[in-house]
């Protein structure tokens, strides 16, 4: 479990891949590899991945291995050497809780389609990829003033448009400099996680209903009608 607070900004240092999966080297993250072990999950970008190895010494690295399905599921596989990602270890029991529950389990991309700058902050707005079998939409768990988790970092939504499929956050300078979003721009792409808790929230009132929720709310309706005719 994470917070979706960025510990720190490093780089990609070396890249691997094959036909099984793509190993990552990240660089410059020291900072957060004092209480470091092999098989500590840590955040890259979002996806929570498990470290493989590391060294602690100069700038510190670590590497992380990425499977098929973790590169089908986020943006990890458009990396480059140098490119700059958001970490983040998993959440430590001693720790206060500033962001929101962040699984680190991405649940697909978006595209950054528009960023305004609104004096030393930015507005940045994001599309949604259509809706499939695989990856229905994910609009449902969007809500103004709700979380968010971009490239593993908890942000506020301050807009959603659910029939352009769109969503809006407001990054402040300080939020800016220290996580990858503010050497992004248009045309970039970014991993998405939505709030859980609505997840669960939208599942429990779907099986509550029956179904797919449809049949259920149809039954619903049916008997309240009946019961008034009945009076």
Same mark, same amino acid.
């Given at each position: 479990?994470?917070?979706?607070l &960025? #510990? *720190? /900004? $490093?780089s990609?240092?070396?890249?691997?891949k094959?036909s099984d999966?793509?190993t990552?080297?990240?660089?410059d993250? $020291?900072p957060i590899?004092?209480?470091?072990h092999?098989?500590?999950?840590?955040a890259?970008n979002? $996806?929570? %991945?498990?470290?493989?190895d590391f060294? =602690?010494?100069?700038?510190?690295?670590?590497t992380?291995?990425?499977a098929n399905?973790?590169? *089908?599921r986020?943006?990890l596989? *458009?990396?480059?050497?140098g490119?700059?990602?958001n970490?983040?270890?998993?959440?430590?029991?001693?720790?206060?809780f500033?962001?929101?529950?962040v699984?680190a389990?991405?649940?697909t991309?978006? !595209?950054i389609? *528009?960023r305004v700058?609104?004096?030393?902050?930015v507005r940045m707005?994001?599309?949604?990829? #259509?809706?499939?079998?695989?990856r229905? !939409?994910?609009?449902?768990?969007?809500?103004p003033k709700g979380?968010i988790?971009?490239?593993?970092a908890?942000l506020? %939504?301050? $807009?959603v448009?659910?029939n352009q499929? !769109?969503?809006?956050?407001?990054? &402040? =300078?300080?939020?800016?400099?220290?996580? !990858?979003?503010?050497?992004k721009?248009?045309g970039?792409?970014?991993?998405?996680?939505?709030d859980?808790?609505?997840?669960?929230?939208?599942k429990?009132?779907?099986a509550? %209903?029956?179904?797919?929720?449809?049949?259920?709310?149809?039954? %619903?309706v049916e008997k309240?009608v009946?019961?008034? /005719?009945?009076?």
């Amino acid at each position: 479990m994470f917070t979706g607070l &960025i #510990e *720190q /900004l $490093a780089s990609v240092a070396e890249i691997d891949k094959n036909s099984d999966g793509c190993t990552l080297t990240i660089a410059d993250a $020291a900072p957060i590899l004092d209480d470091c072990h092999i098989g500590d999950s840590i955040a890259v970008n979002g $996806a929570c %991945l498990t470290v493989t190895d590391f060294n =602690k010494v100069e700038r510190g690295w670590f590497t992380v291995w990425l499977a098929n399905e973790t590169l *089908q599921r986020t943006d990890l596989g *458009q990396l480059a050497i140098g490119d700059r990602v958001n970490l983040e270890r998993a959440m430590g029991a001693h720790v206060r809780f500033g962001g929101h529950f962040v699984q680190a389990h991405v649940d697909t991309t978006a !595209t950054i389609i *528009q960023r305004v700058p609104d004096g030393d902050s930015v507005r940045m707005t994001f599309e949604l990829p #259509e809706p499939s079998m695989e990856r229905p !939409t994910l609009l449902p768990y969007l809500i103004p003033k709700g979380y968010i988790a971009i490239d593993g970092a908890s942000l506020t %939504l301050t $807009a959603v448009n659910d029939n352009q499929r !769109t969503f809006s956050v407001m990054l &402040i =300078k300080h939020t800016l400099e220290r996580i !990858t979003l503010g050497r992004k721009g248009v045309g970039d792409t970014v991993n998405i996680e939505v709030d859980m808790v609505g997840k669960y929230v939208h599942k429990s009132v779907v099986a509550a %209903l029956g179904g797919d929720g449809s049949s259920g709310l149809r039954e %619903l309706v049916e008997k309240v009608v009946e019961d008034v /005719l009945r009076r």
